[in-house]
């Protein structure tokens, strides 16, 4: 098993520190930046149909859920078309309105959660198209699809979900940039410098990973908190749901993500001196709102983790401790900036004495509804 974990002490480091490799080869053989090409062999038959989607709908669960928020975000913002993301659950159990012309990408690890099959089973029956977003080749909800994308993180053994979900970001972004492409909703340079940010973002990511020591401390100055907060806007907002969930999972300390600025609508209450807030704090269109949401935490005494972008000089003074991250358009930023998420509940995990590849309850791929 020592071999397995390539010299790390868990699957799930193993697992953290592999995406520079797997976000390469999420990319490989699709992206080529410097001829400013793109090609998705899996959708290509279906173009037609995508880009001319009325809507579409992401169906997924946990983590996956969460990367179909950050693309709700992308395909909107590139492509025009109206998103709505669906707990594969919900959707399947309460009749949605679904019909011609609408889309459904159904993203999953496993490809065999219950929840997603079943959602897109009943889909399909009322004539929706059905793409798949999966990292197992050949699973379930890949072979129910009629399209699709494999993430290409190779197999992922950690419960707790990480390398899947940055290949899945980054499988999303290549469909959002290409539908963009083909519906002419995005100008030439922006396709070409988001092409440009993609290539760069597994590089960006190793550097990432360096902050692992320094994460490591951080993980060990809160690891006794009770309750953990975690606040992002915009791409970050799905971040700040992940950081939480990845938290929970492992550690068993309870961590709610929320949108920075519905803080002031309840979880403000709960901020004191007690109170640990992971908040992600890059440079995009929403960093003056996220400074003014880091004063009114500051202001309540709580204690304030921000994730910054490299150069960032208005935030560290102003918080307990810095995470600093590179540079990137805010669209890709989600895959940099959910690293030091990943390792912060990985050694707060780590550090109480928990099996972090097995935790308690969770299973790695849901079979049941
Ligand atoms: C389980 C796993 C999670 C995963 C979720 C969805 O709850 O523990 O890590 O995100 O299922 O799984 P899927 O394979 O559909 O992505």
Same mark, same amino acid.
């Given at each position: 098993a020592a071999i397995e974990k390539g010299g790390y002490d868990h699957f799930m480091l193993k697992e953290i520190f592999e995406q520079p490799q797997t976000i390469h080869d999420s990319l490989r053989g699709r992206l080529d930046a410097p001829k400013g090409t793109l090609t998705l062999g899996g959708i290509r038959e279906h173009m037609d149909l995508l880009k001319n989607a009325k809507r579409i709908i992401i169906v997924a669960c946990g983590t996956s859920w969460h990367a179909g928020l950050v693309a709700e975000y992308m395909i909107e913002e590139l492509c025009r078309i109206p998103v709505e993301v669906e707990y594969a659950s919900e959707f399947r159990y309460r009749n949605p309105v679904i019909g011609q012309g609408d889309v459904i990408i159904a993203v999953s690890? &496993?490809? +065999? !959660?219950a929840d997603t099959l079943v959602a897109i089973e009943s889909a399909k029956q009322k004539g929706a198209i059905i793409l798949g977003v999966c990292? /197992?080749? #050949? &699973?379930s909800i890949a072979r129910m699809s009629d399209a699709g994308a494999y993430?290409?993180? #190779?197999? +992922? =053994?950690?419960?707790? &979900?990480t390398k899947a979900f940055t290949a899945q970001l980054t499988v999303l972004a290549l469909i959002g940039l290409k539908v963009a492409m083909e519906r002419g909703s995005i100008s030439g340079q922006r396709f070409q410098h988001l092409l440009n940010e993609m290539d760069q973002v597994s590089k960006k990511v190793a550097i990432a990973l360096k902050l692992n020591d320094h994460v490591k401390e951080i993980a060990e100055k809160y690891k006794d908190a009770r309750d953990f907060l975690y606040l992002g806007r915009g791409y970050n907002f799905p971040v700040a749901l992940e950081g939480a969930l990845k938290l929970k999972e492992i550690s068993y300390i309870h961590a709610e993500g929320y949108p920075a600025a519905e803080? @002031?609508?309840?979880? =403000?209450?709960? /901020?004191? +001196?007690?109170l640990p807030v992971v908040i /992600?704090? !890059? @440079?995009?269109?929403f960093y003056e709102k996220v400074v003014s949401n880091i004063q009114e935490i500051k202001a309540r005494k709580g204690k304030v983790i921000a994730v910054v972008t490299e150069?960032? !000089? !208005? =935030?560290p003074p102003m918080v307990d401790d810095v995470i600093v991250v590179p540079a990137a358009d805010e669209l890709v930023a989600p895959i940099i900036s959910v690293i030091p998420l990943q390792l912060l509940a990985y050694h707060i995990g780590v550090s109480k004495g928990y099996d972090v590849d097995k935790p308690r309850n969770l299973a790695k791929s849901v079979t049941v509804e």
């Open positions: 690890q &496993s490809g +065999e !959660t990292n /197992v080749v #050949g &699973s993430t290409h993180a #190779g197999p +992922e =053994i950690g419960v707790a &979900s803080m @002031k609508h309840g979880p =403000i209450a709960l /901020v004191d +001196e007690n /992600v704090a !890059t @440079k995009d269109s150069g960032d !000089t !208005t =935030i």
